[in-house]
C-alpha cells in the first residue's frame, strides 16, 4: 500500500493505514530527515527480524540498530546519558544525528549489538514524529540505501518493486536525497564520531 503525504504538513489521518501495519508488527518505508527508512515496532519480534534481514545485521553484529524517538526524555529512557553526552544531545536534536550510547533495561535484548549498544534518533522530521507518537513506542529504523546503478534522488517506485513483499506500507513523501546522519558514540564518559554525515558538531 502507498501513502501520499506532504512532507512537511503531513495529515495525521493519512498515516492511520501506516500506524495499524506497525502495529500487528509489520515494516514500513517512510521519510525521514536523511532519506527513506524501513521502520517497525522496538517490541515487534517479527518487524525486527525482517528489518535485519533487510539490513543484513545479524543479531551478533558489531553494528547497533537504530530507534527512532521523540523527545529528550525518550533518550534518558531507552540510553545511559551521562552529562556530557546529555548536553550534546539537547543542544543537537532534533536533527540528522545519531547518538550511540549503552542500552538501558527497557531495550529489548534482541535490538541490542554484542556491546549492548543502541544507536537512538530524534528527527527533525514531521511524519517520523506523528508514527512515533501515534505508535506509542520507538521506531526501529534503518535507512534504505540505493544500489551502486541507482541514482541518488530516490522515490517511492523505485522501492516498490524490490520491497512489495517484506514491506506493507510505503508512506510518499516525494523524491528523497539519501543523505546519512552523522553517528557519535558515547563510552566511558569519551566521544568519538563514527561517522561525520550532514549534521555538524560543534567546536
Not at 545519531?98 to 549498544?117: G, W
Amino acid at each position: 500500500m502507498r501513502l501520499r503525504v506532504d512532507a512537511e504538513r503531513p495529515d495525521p489521518r493519512k498515516l492511520a493505514p501506516a500506524l495499524e501495519a506497525l502495529r500487528r508488527g509489520e515494516v514500513v518505508i517512510y521519510p525521514t530527515d536523511t532519506g527513506y527508512a524501513f521502520g517497525c515496532a522496538m517490541s515487534s519480534r517479527k518487524g525486527v527480524a525482517t528489518c535485519r534481514k533487510l539490513k543484513q545485521i545479524d543479531e551478533k553484529h558489531w553494528k547497533p540498530l537504530t530507534m527512532l524517538v521523540d523527545s529528550i526524555n525518550e533518550f534518558g529512557r531507552y540510553g545511559v546519558l551521562d552529562n556530557a553526552a546529555f548536553r550534546l544531545v539537547r543542544r543537537l536534536l532534533p536533527g540528522p544525528y545519531t547518538i550511540v550510547l549503552q542500552a538501558t533495561s527497557d531495550v529489548p535484548k534482541l535490538l541490542r549489538n554484542r556491546k549492548h549498544e543502541i544507536g537512538l534518533r530524534w528527527p527533525q522530521h514531521r511524519v517520523c514524529e506523528l508514527l512515533v507518537q501515534g505508535l506509542g513506542e520507538p521506531l526501529l529504523s534503518g535507512s534504505v540505501h540505493p544500489f551502486e546503478d541507482e541514482p541518488e534522488l530516490m522515490e517511492i517506485d523505485d522501492y516498490m518493486p524490490r520491497y512489495d513483499r517484506q514491506v506493507a506500507v510505503f508512506v510518499d513523501a516525494g523524491p528523497l536525497w539519501p543523505e546519512p546522519s552523522t553517528v557519535v558514540r558515547f563510552e566511558d564518559g569519551n566521544m568519538d564520531v563514527l561517522r561525520q554525515g550532514q549534521g555538524e558538531l560543534p567546536a
